[in-house]
């Protein structure tokens, strides 16, 4: 059998199997190779029949007892076995064929479930072996993705049969990479995957495959990247112009992580090169003034700007700083969002189509086709990970090749960064502005309720405002955890000397937006809602953040609320409160109490929650992985990285002889889904 050949050349499979392979896309012996185990079954060590728990696939070594045919038309098959500490029943039905395969003595092993049904131990329809036969059912085995209509059974056979295919195999890595990594011969890897004999040939074979499918898609990504950047010119803000009136007027001074971000945006800008950036910027680190300064240089050197922003309120709490920091200057800003006004919002249609405004803040709504500017010079959408990559895109496309900035403060670890991201260049504030005194967190139980609202009450009285934020809850579940709504009224009562607002989920935009409007003028003290306090907003008078049911968010999600504090020179307070005392939860909470870096934080976040539910990976657009996991692996994808990066600058376009396999895999791997002309 040869490795190109279609999968109908294994015995046995024929063009209703290869209809089913075809949907796990394997086409040719090859692919059915590639195709690796999700996890291996333990089925090395038999258990005896009284410790082995219920309902849980093991292994056992029994002896027959006897056996016994009963029923009335559906035949059932019993077969009493025993080990020296119980005995259990066997159960088949309807395959009464079976029962010349049992005589009394018989010593067989067992895989399979054990229930307990009227206080007896039973075990349908095991997988069996009699001691002395050939086919043995110890071992590791390998568990396959699967399709509707394919049984592991299925796989495992197939995969024996194109066994001794993966000896062709050849080595398709240069030497000095194969011996600086240490990477096993492909096909002792292949092999190793598929019949695993110990763990450790495992961990060889699965170490060699996953750096494979990492350098595939790393290379292929730095591939992208470098082709859009040899692509067309872009606008080129005027290098004369200075930033300087601006941040002459800036009431503070520039922190290092924002000086150092902004001078590789500013060489961007001023290139020809369309600038594709992401600043990643913790929680309060001032993203906002980078991205003026970059609006700034864009719009003094003859060209419009757009910022983008996930909400309303964002937006205008963007458009109030921009017209106090930019108008002085000479800087026109205009609002558009969902809620502007038909008739102002043609007004702003054709201002902008003129040039008169030069800069525009908005949520979506200004990705509308209507929306058009004279000369679009950059597009900087905030909180980027509530954006998908298609907004970007038709942002973008409102001007020729603009210039990108996207700022984000989830904090993702710089390698993962740069996988999800890899079509960007990456800035980093690393800084908080100066003068910031750290947040003192506590956790604390239920049963502290009543002293921490008196400590909220204190901080108001000091003219401080709060936050209690309390999680989303399902009306589905029954739990002992309180509503935003039921804190609402409680607080409302204990503390009539207090102005409490309320804002969740369930309320209308324009009624939100109020309730956080008269936070943010001062004539609200405490603000309890759901985790609807958007991302971003920034009170800097508001001291304390009280979470409630700290155990229902994510880490990465407490630190952003943890964020919202901490703002000023005040002596700012995030108070967990806790309704579970679990193991999890308390090392959740001790990492909480004991860091306030974002980056830690997220990979703490990762570690225990796994990278999808940080950010949706799917959603990204990144090609499926085998074998790979983009946090599990990270330390092998941060040496890939370099090979790549040495690989694509030495044979850009891939053309090498030695490099033609990998190109294959590229162009597998990423298939149609993103533009790559190999
Ligand atoms: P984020 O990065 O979370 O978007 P913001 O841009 O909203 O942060 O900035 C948070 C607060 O810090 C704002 O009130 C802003 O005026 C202030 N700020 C920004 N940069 C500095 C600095 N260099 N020194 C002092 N305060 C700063
Ligand atoms: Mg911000």
């Known amino acids: 059998m040869n490795l190109k050949d279609s999968v109908t ?154 066994r001794s295919a993966a000896w062709q195999m050849e080595e398709w890595l240069p030497e000095e990479i194969v011996e600086k990594y240490r990477l096993c011969d492909p096909a002792y890897a292949i092999e190793n995957i598929h019949f695993p004999l110990a763990e450790e040939s495992v961990k060889q074979g699965r170490y060699r495959l996953v750096f494979e499918e990492l350098l595939t898609l790393q290379t292929g990504l730095f591939y992208i990247k470098n082709n859009k950047e040899r692509g067309e010119k872009g606008v080129a803000a005027d290098p004369a112009v200075s930033v300087q009136p601006f941040l002459d007027r800036l009431p503070f001074k520039l922190t290092e992580g924002q000086a150092r971000a902004y001078a590789q945006i500013e060489k961007d800008l001023i290139s020809e090169k369309p600038m594709n950036r992401l600043v990643q910027g913790d929680v309060g680190s001032g993203k906002t003034a980078v991205a003026q300064l970059a609006m700034y240089k864009t719009v003094k ?29 000479g800087v026109r800003c205009r609002l558009l969002s969902s809620s502007t006004k038909a008739k102002e919002r043609a007004e702003i249609l054709t201002a902008l189509e003129a040039g008169e405004i030069d800069v525009l803040v908005g949520t979506h709504a200004i990705i509308q086709p209507d929306v058009i500017f004279r000369n679009l010079g950059l597009v900087i959408t905030d909180e980027q990970h509530r954006f998908g990559v298609n907004q970007r895109t038709l942002l973008a496309g409102k001007g020729q090749n603009p210039n990108i900035l996207v700022m984000t403060a989830t904090p993702i670890p710089r390698t993962l960064a740069v996988i999800l991201y890899g079509d960007l260049d990456i800035s980093i504030i690393d800084t908080l502005p100066a003068g910031r005194k750290p947040i003192r967190t506590f956790l604390r139980y239920q049963d502290s309720r009543k002293k921490i609202y008196d400590f909220v009450e204190t901080q108001v009285k000091e003219g401080r405002q709060a936050y209690v934020v309390a999680p989303l809850i399902e009306e589905s579940e029954v739990i002992d955890c309180k509503s935003a709504d039921e804190i609402h009224k409680e607080l409302c009562a204990q503390y009539p000397g207090l102005r409490i607002g309320l804002v969740h989920g369930a309320m209308k935009q324009a009624e939100k937006d109020a309730v956080m409007e008269a936070f943010a003028g001062g004539q609200i003290d405490v603000l309890v809602s759901t985790v609807v306090i958007e991302v971003g907003i920034d009170v800097g008078n508001a001291t304390v953040m009280v979470i409630e049911n700290c155990e229902r968010f994510g880490l990465a999600q407490l630190h952003q609320l943890r964020g919202r504090v901490g703002r000023s020179g005040h002596q700012s307070y995030c108070i967990l409160i806790s309704g579970s005392d679990g193991e999890v939860a308390r090392k959740r909470n001790e990492i909480m109490c004991s860091t306030e870096d974002g980056f830690t934080i997220a990979e703490e976040d990762l570690k225990l929650r796994g990278p999808g539910e940080l950010f949706g990976t799917r959603q990204h657009g990144l090609p499926e992985l085998n074998i790979s996991d983009l946090v599990q692996h990270v330390d092998i994808l941060d040496k890939v990285r370099f090979v790549a990066r040495d690989i694509i600058d030495a044979d850009p376009k891939l053309e090498a002889p030695q490099h033609q396999v990998l190109k294959e895999r590229v162009k597998r791997m990423f298939g149609e889904k993103i533009e790559l002309r190999l």
């Open 9 to 162: 050349a294994i015995k046995g499979v024929g063009a209703k199997r290869a209809e089913l392979l075809e949907k796990l896309n394997i086409r040719t012996v090859e692919d059915l190779l590639m195709c690796f185990p999700r996890r291996y079954e333990d089925r090395r060590k038999a258990v005896t029949i009284m410790e082995a728990p219920f309902n849980q696939d093991v292994l056992l070594e029994v002896k027959v007892v006897r056996k016994q045919i009963v029923g009335g038309r559906m035949k059932l098959l019993k077969v009493l076995v025993e080990d020296n500490t119980g005995n259990l029943e066997m159960l088949f039905f309807n395959a009464k064929f079976l029962a010349n395969l049992f005589r009394p003595g018989d010593e067989l092993t067992l895989f399979g479930k054990i229930t307990l049904n009227k206080n007896r131990r039973q075990m349908s329809h095991p997988e069996f072996h009699k001691t002395g036969s050939e086919d043995d059912i110890r071992g590791l085995f390998p568990v396959y993705p699967l399709t509707e209509g394919l049984s592991q059974h299925q796989m495992r056979t197939m995969q024996m049969a194109v």
């Open 301 to 329: 050197s003859g060209f419009q700007a757009v910022m983008m922003a996930p909400t309303e309120l964002l937006a205008k709490q963007h458009i109030a700083t921009l017209k106090r920091d930019f108008e002085p200057l």
